[in-house]
């Protein structure tokens, strides 16, 4: 089977890793997005030295639906492409291309939280159990029949980088499945139930900010959702920004009366802080420049 891979992150990574292992497969092509648009993925890979060890050509996209992505992934005449790490639509006219199918990878049980930013989402609304996805892209947003899922459990206190890591290899056992049925001519199919559909929106980095009223349990859950490989929840001391990566809820943390944000101890790195109803241990974090926040000093967000 010949494939065509289009994508920039670490799914994309776990994807051609396993194209080019596959013996049934041939990787022609991996389009990426040029070295100029890096900055549009905090968790991006770069693709170049991936590809040339897998023996396919680099193209460098930077809109998936202009008339020369088209042509060039035209003239590779493939038998599937995958689109697998990638945060633009595809067109009719690009799912036409490939002989045999397009195939998408959404980190999400599906058709449960359908979009974007799946992964701080899934932590944001406490999800104890999540999943990855392949599936057959249509002309919808991650509408298209079931190829392949596979779900786990979260730990209560599962971060975005473990949650992250879960769902690669979650991916890299689907593939390994699935490749060889591809191959061999099956086309797995399950129709996605509307009822169950949920969409979740995009986030970007300001999203991150930290409102010191909110709950000690919620903040923390943010601090989880927007961590590596995630640009990270943050607030600010005296004008400079300050980025929080960890943190630890307090037991008993309602005896203490302060500002929400009010640095209330440092210790050894670690920064207590009022929230909107009880302490909160700040154990990762970092400061744009200049000291660390002074004791009783207000974080603001």
Sequence with gaps: ??????????????????????????????????PELHGRHSDLVDMAPLAEKAGAALFPITRTNDAEV??????????????????????????????????????????????????????????????????WIAEGTDDGDILAQRYFHLAPDETAQGLYDKHMDALRLMLREVLPRLAAGEQPRQVQDERYAT??????????????????????RLVRAVGRPYPGAFTHVAGRKLTVWATRQVAGGHRHHAIPGQVMARRDGVLTVQTG?????????????????????????
Excluded at 5 to 22: D, P, Y
Excluded at 79 to 87: I, K, L, Q, T
Excluded at 199 to 220: E, F, H, N, Q, S
């Design 1 to 34: 089977m010949r494939a065509v891979v289009i994508g920039a992150v670490g799914s994309t990574q776990v994807l051609v890793e396993e194209l080019a292992e596959a013996p049934e497969w041939e990787l022609s092509l991996v389009g990426t997005l040029p």
């Design 70 to 135: 088209l042509d060039r992934v035209r003239a590779e005449r493939p038998d599937y492409v995958f689109v697998v790490g990638w945060s633009q639509i595809v067109g009719p006219e690009f799912l036409s291309i490939a002989a045999k199918g397009a195939i998408g990878y959404h980190p999400a049980p599906l058709p449960r939280l359908r979009g974007r930013a799946a992964i701080p989402w899934t932590i944001l609304l406490d999800e104890p159990i999540s999943a990855s996805s392949l599936f």
């Design 199 to 220: 969409w979740a929106t995009k986030r970007t980095p300001a999203d991150g900010l930290i409102d010191w009223r909110d709950p000690a349990a919620a903040i923390d």
């Design 277 to 301: 109803d009880g302490l909160l241990e700040l154990t990762d974090w970092e400061l744009a420049e200049g000291k660390p926040p002074a004791l009783h000093a207000v974080l603001k967000g």
